[in-house]
C-alpha cells in the first residue's frame, strides 16, 4: 500500500510539512465537510461559518458551534493522529524538523499528543472578541440579550475560528509557508485541497523541490499534481508509514 520510493524519499527526509483536513478527524467520529454526509450537505457555510451569518443570528451560530464542540468533545483521537505524533518523534529524534499544520478546529492533534501544530482556521476551544480581539476560554459575561461579551471591552464574542471571507492568522500562516518551503517531503492527508490558501501549501513545496504524498481515499484537486497518491484512509496508511520508517 505504501510504495517503497515514497518511503525512501521520508528515510532521508530532513524536513516533512504535513497539511490536515477533517479526513483525519473522520475515523474519530467526527463529519467532514464536503463528503456526501459532510457537515455542508447539512448546514450552510454562509449561515454558520461567516461573519454575516453570525451578525444575522448570532445564537444560531453559538448554538452550533456549541455542538460541534460537543461532539469533539465526546470522540478520542484515532490510529492516525497517533501516527502523526509518532512520526514527529521519529524525524525530531534524527535531528530533522516536522510541522504540523491542520485546518481543523477540533484540536484532536494536540490531543493526541502533537507538539508542534499550525492552526491556519483557527480551534473551537476559545473565542475571541469581534472588537478587540481577545482571546477569552470559558469564562462568560452576557449581555442583555443573553449573548457572551468580552470582559475588556464588552464586545461580542465570537468563535476563534477562521469564516469564509476572513484572513488566516498572519503569524501562523507565515510559519505554514516557511515549512512548505523548507519540506524536504510535504504529505497532504485528509483534505480535499478546495480551499485557499491552506491548499496552495502543497504547490509551494512543489516548487521548491519537495516530493508530495497525499492520503485520501478518493482523488482530489491536488491528485494531478503529487509524487505519490496513497488511496487510503489515514488511520490505515499513516500507521504503516511510521512502522516501515521505525524498522528501517
Ligand atoms: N482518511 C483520509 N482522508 C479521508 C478520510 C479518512 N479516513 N475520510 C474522508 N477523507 C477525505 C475525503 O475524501 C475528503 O477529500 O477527507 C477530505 C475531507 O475534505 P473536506 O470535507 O473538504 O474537509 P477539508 O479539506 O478539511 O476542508 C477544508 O473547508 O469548510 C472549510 O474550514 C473548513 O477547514 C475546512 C476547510
Not at 502523526?84 to 481543523?104: S, Y
Not at 461580542?156 to 505554514?176: C, K, M, T, Y
Not at 485528509?190 to 497525499?214: D, F, Y
Request: a negative charge; proline letters at 6%.
Amino acid at each position: 500500500m505504501i510504495p517503497a520510493d515514497a518511503l525512501t524519499r521520508l528515510k532521508s527526509a530532513r524536513s516533512i510539512a504535513v497539511l490536515t483536513g477533517a479526513g483525519v478527524s473522520a475515523e474519530s467520529g467526527v463529519a467532514t465537510f464536503r463528503d456526501p454526509d459532510g457537515i455542508w450537505a447539512r448546514f450552510s457555510p454562509t449561515e454558520l461559518a461567516s461573519m454575516d451569518g453570525f451578525m444575522a443570528n448570532p445564537q444560531r451560530v453559538l448554538d452550533w458551534y456549541a455542538h460541534r464542540r460537543a461532539v469533539v468533545d465526546a470522540v478520542e483521537p484515532n490510529a492516525g493522529h497517533t501516527a502523526l505524533v509518532a512520526l514527529e518523534r521519529w524525524i525530531t529524534q534524527r535531528d530533522g524538523t516536522f510541522t504540523l499544520i491542520t485546518q481543523n478546529v477540533d484540536r484532536l492533534h494536540q490531543r493526541a499528543g502533537s507538539r508542534n501544530v499550525l492552526e491556519v482556521h483557527g480551534n473551537l476551544v476559545e473565542d475571541r472578541c469581534s472588537v478587540c480581539e481577545e482571546i477569552h476560554k470559558g469564562e462568560q459575561q452576557l449581555d442583555a440579550a443573553g449573548l457572551p461579551v468580552c470582559t475588556t471591552c464588552g464586545g461580542r464574542l465570537r468563535p476563534n475560528v477562521v469564516w469564509f471571507g476572513e484572513d488566516l492568522p498572519r503569524d501562523v500562516w507565515d510559519a505554514s509557508e516557511r515549512a512548505a518551503r523548507d519540506a524536504d517531503v510535504f504529505m497532504s492527508i485528509g483534505t480535499s485541497s478546495v480551499v485557499w490558501p491552506a491548499a496552495g501549501l502543497a504547490h509551494t513545496a512543489r516548487s521548491r523541490g519537495a516530493a508530495i504524498i497525499e492520503v485520501n481515499p478518493t482523488s482530489t484537486d491536488l491528485t494531478p499534481d503529487v509524487t505519490w497518491h496513497i488511496p487510503a484512509p489515514s488511520g490505515t496508511a499513516l500507521p504503516l508509514i511510521v512502522a516501515a520508517l521505525e524498522a528501517a
